[in-house]
């Protein structure tokens, strides 16, 4: 059986890229409707975020282009934030894809020739904790809802998320992180 899928409501699908090389972004900007990052600009804090923003709608408007932002994370979230971050850690750290995270920081010429042990040791700790996924968004509900409406703020169109579990923490995040993004104003309320 085959599917022809045709676009809704006589439009085009939006089109989006993600790339963090110079490369891949500039051929977001020329051809795509919206553009993923996830530079350590857009955790830095509101006003890097909002600099990064515009910095890649300036790049598309100096193309003729109009572009959204987007950027990726991963949610832990838990009643508190002990319980949150030791989570973090026993999934990031404790349980990380090490082989994984070592070729990543490979193809950034991070390697254990290129650095002393300690040093390398600590890159491997980061990169688990703050990189697999998108950047960690790891709190209570109040705190998560507020980091992410910070995004909002600072001009992001939206943030893919992703979850360790999804069974079991979408539920969590959708009855207590949405409603809070809902009274941020960042979020439509639901019908």
């Known amino acids: 059986m085959r599917a022809f899928p045709k676009p809704y409501g006589e439009t085009r699908p939006l089109i989006m890229n993600a790339g963090s090389s110079g490369t891949g972004q ?3 900007l020329r051809n795509c409707d919206a553009f993923f990052t996830a530079t350590s600009d857009i955790r830095a804090s509101l006003d890097a975020a909002a600099k990064k923003v515009q910095e890649v709608k300036s790049q598309a408007h ?14 832990i979230c838990r009643p508190t934030q002990k319980e949150a971050e030791e989570y973090h850690h026993h999934a990031n750290v404790v349980n990380a894809d090490w082989p994984a995270v070592e070729r990543m920081l490979a193809l950034r010429n991070i390697t254990r020739k ?6 390398y ?20 509900p109040d705190k998560v809802a507020e980091e992410l409406a ?3 703020r600072a001009g992001l169109r939206g943030v893919a998320l992703s979850f360790v579990n ?16 809902a009274r941020m104003g960042v979020r439509e309320k639901p019908n």
Not at 114 to 119: A, D, V, Y
């Open 26 to 28: 500039a051929f977001a």
């Open 62 to 75: 100096a193309l003729g282009r109009e572009v959204e932002v987007y950027t990726v994370g991963q949610v």
């Open 114 to 119: 290129s650095f002393s042990p300690e040093e």
């Open 121 to 140: 040791d600590a890159k491997r700790k980061f990169f688990a904790a703050t990189s697999i996924g998108g950047f960690p968004y790891v709190g209570t």
């Open 150 to 152: 910070t995004l909002g």
């Open 166 to 181: 999804y069974l079991e923490e979408l539920p969590y995040f959708r009855d207590e992180v949405l409603p809070r993004l």
